[in-house]
DNA sequence: TGGTTGATTTGCT
DNA sequence: GCAAATCAACCAC
């Protein structure tokens, strides 16, 4: 089921580690996709390395929107990134989704990633996009009740801190020793370890 | 208005 | 290991 509001108005270190094991669904006409989230980032206010840190714009405005939504942003003029917001309105804090486990529609995304290696469906945060289908018309849209959707999972596992790993994020020149990568102890489907 | 830049992925050496 | 692909947004002039 769908998690409340109040899920994401929370700090945002709070947030990721507590998006660890949730599913990422679209629905849409073409079928339904969905995966676990197996690791994500977390970008704070005042965070060199965040989107948000030299104030709003119009690229970076879903980040400063209600928490709860999604802020998708297009990098390299390629690839799709996919991120929660969270905290309160304004705050500009967020996380990236940065890959999961697949767990609905492998044929789809398949066929969308060209691949069926399971590892590299959605092993990255461009992957997991181009495997979901997502796309910049769900930028700003609401992770509650749009049609892209963050879910519990039916039977959630018991999650211990043991069983996540803190480290330092991926891919950024900025503020890159502060530990705002989490991701699943041992899971197969994390970016690189 | 033009030059620069990525929260990446892939394929080739 | 390294470079290309590829472009909208951003920022300095």
Known sequence: MALPAAFYERDTVTVAKN???????????????????????AYLRGDPAAHSYRGE????????GPAGHAYVYRIYGLHTCVNVVTETEGAGEAVLVRALEPVVGLDLMQARRGTDDPLSLASG???????????????????????????????????????????????ITKAADLPLRFYLKGNRYVSRR
């Open 19 to 41: 998006l660890l094991g949730c599913l990422l669904v679209h629905c849409e006409e073409t079928g339904t996709t969905a995966g676990r989230i197996v690791e994500v980032e």
């Open 57 to 64: 714009t119009k690229r970076n405005s879903a980040m400063f």
């Open 125 to 171: 945060p461009g992957k997991l996009a181009q495997a979901l289908g997502i796309t910049m018309d769900l930028n700003g849209t609401s992770l509650r009740d749009g049609p892209l959707q963050v879910r519990s999972p039916a039977n959630p596992p018991e999650l211990r801190p043991e069983d996540i790993v803190q480290t330092t994020r991926v891919g």
